[in-house]
């Protein structure tokens, strides 16, 4: 189903050798830009249906209520809550501000510059100098061009800096209001054959829920994110040179990107070993995290196909897949063909969808409806075959027998006799003549495969037996007379 594209067509030749990059979330994506209600109904729906998610936490995922937190009502902590508040009061340009484009520009410089340097010891785990981090942040907050390759900083130096801007945002990287829902995540477990849960976790389960979650976050937030867990997935990769693994990285990231703001570790109590393996597991599975759940990507493309009226024919062009085909596969049939390269592959395609249609029509209620798609079916028979490139020739039309004793009426009484159209390749099913001319027909066959000469003859010979007729007739009356 990723395959939307198969065929583009570039006049520009100096493109022409250029790789085609297709986005497959490109529906997903138009459909959260422009109509975000009805995106958040779609992705929050699914969510659910994964995770149980009671009224209020429900109602702070969509946003409609302030998140509950925890450590929110309590004093204990108090002091050292107001402490970290205090420290993130200075606000710079990007330190200590709301996540914004310009923040994440600075920002990737230090991620660029971290991917070259995996292979430091301890990496995120070994404090950098706290004079040159200072001389790095303020560079970053004027917006300075930095030359992080010119040896004047240390990796060290680069990844306690990232560290830092992760924990002066105004709330972590996941957001508050996901709080709740990541806990949910993390208990997701798989059933044993009685239907009791294990203590295994449910991978595929908790993969899906985090696509689905990661959606719905703002965009500068997933951006990052993404930036981010690729980072620490390559690190984790060469953890026999650095010694760090996930789980070493989960450590030192999760109170900045999943930890609530001006909480302690005494407010989670039970719940750190919960967000530090959510974090290990984001890590180890980074790569399949940012992509929409494939039943998201067919909503949000048949949204628009739906509604001809926002989709250019452009899209239409380029979407032609199986799933639509086999929806409106009488439509799909009008459409123009693709290129001779792709005929055989979209015979198959429809061929498949027409099965799938008539398996359908017979599985109907009788009804007058379905019997007159069944005789439609039945006039084409060939199009169920496989393989059959040639459609059904459409049934000749019957052309009408005329009696001869009829034209021999029709000329004594003066009405003008029509000559019968030559006849077509197939045979037409003869009517029925009446018995004073069976004995023409078996000598001359049936009138459609006359042919011109034989029928004026035939219409010759009736003139004169007519004028024989009307010779004996006068004489008769005359010698009477």
């Known amino acids: 189903s990723d395959a939307i594209c198969n065929l583009v067509i570039c006049n520009d030749s100096s493109l022409r050798s250029q790789p085609i990059i297709f986005n497959p979330d490109f529906f997903v994506e138009k459909l959260r830009h422009e109509k975000p209600e009805v995106f958040t109904e779609l992705v929050v729906s699914n969510i659910t249906r994964l995770i149980d998610l009671p009224g209020a936490e429900l109602a702070q995922l969509m946003g409609e209520e302030d998140p509950k937190l925890p450590g929110a009502n309590s004093t204990a902590s108090g002091f050292f809550r107001s402490l970290m508040s205090l420290k993130r009061k200075e606000k710079g340009v990007v330190f200590g501000s709301p996540l ?65 801007f992760l924990g002066e945002l105004p709330e972590p990287l996941l957001t508050h209001k996901h709080f709740h829902a990541h806990l949910k995540i993390a208990d997701l477990m798989l059933f044993d054959d009685k239907g009791n849960k294990t203590s295994t976790p449910d991978k595929e389960r908790q993969i899906e829920a985090l696509q689905l979650l990661f959606l719905i976050l703002p965009a500068p937030n997933r951006s990052l994110l993404k930036l981010l867990l690729d980072l620490l997935y390559q690190t984790a990769k060469k953890q026999d040179k650095n010694k760090m693994s996930a789980h070493n990285l989960a450590l ?132 169920l075959t496989p393989g059959s490139d040639v459609a059904t020739p459409p049934a000749p039309r019957r052309t009408r027998s005329r009696s001869f004793s009829g034209l021999i009426k029709r000329k004594v009484l003066g009405t003008p006799v029509i000559l019968e159209r030559k006849s077509r390749d197939t045979t037409p099913e003869p009517k029925r003549v009446s018995k004073e001319n069976v004995h023409l027909l078996q000598k001359c066959g049936s009138p459609a495969h006359m042919s011109q000469a034989k029928l004026k003859s035939l ?23």
């Open 100 to 164: 914004t484009e310009e923040g994440i520009a600075q920002v990737s410089q230090l991620i660029e510059y971290l991917h070259k340097n995996l292979r430091a010891e301890g990496l995120f785990r070994v404090p950098g100098n706290s004079i040159r981090q200072q001389m790095l942040k303020d560079a970053l907050n004027s917006g300075t061009d930095i030359d992080l390759d010119s040896g004047e900083f240390h990796s060290n130096d680069v990844a306690t800096l990232l560290k830092m």
């Open 459 to 481: 219409e010759g010979r009736k003139e004169e037996s007519c004028r024989r007729m009307r010779a004996r007739l006068l004489s008769k009356d005359s010698s009477s007379l």
């Open 252 to 383: 030192m990231f999760a109170p900045h990107i999943l930890w609530p703001r001006n909480v302690t570790a005494n407010d989670l109590q039970e719940n750190i070993t919960k967000l530090n393996n959510g974090v290990t597991f984001m890590i180890k599975h980074s790569q399949k995290l940012f992509k929409a759940p494939a039943y998201i990507r067919e909503c949000a493309r048949l949204h628009y196909l739906g509604s001809r009226a926002h989709t250019s024919k452009d899209d239409l062009d380029l979407l032609t897949s199986p799933g639509f085909k086999e929806l409106q596969p009488l439509k799909s049939q009008k459409r123009s063909r693709l290129d001779s390269c792709h005929q055989e592959e979209t015979q198959q395609r429809t061929e498949e969808a027409l099965r799938e249609l008539f398996r359908h029509v017979h599985n109907m209620p009788d009804s007058a409806k379905k019997k007159k798609l069944i005789r439609q079916f039945n006039k084409h028979p060939t199009a």
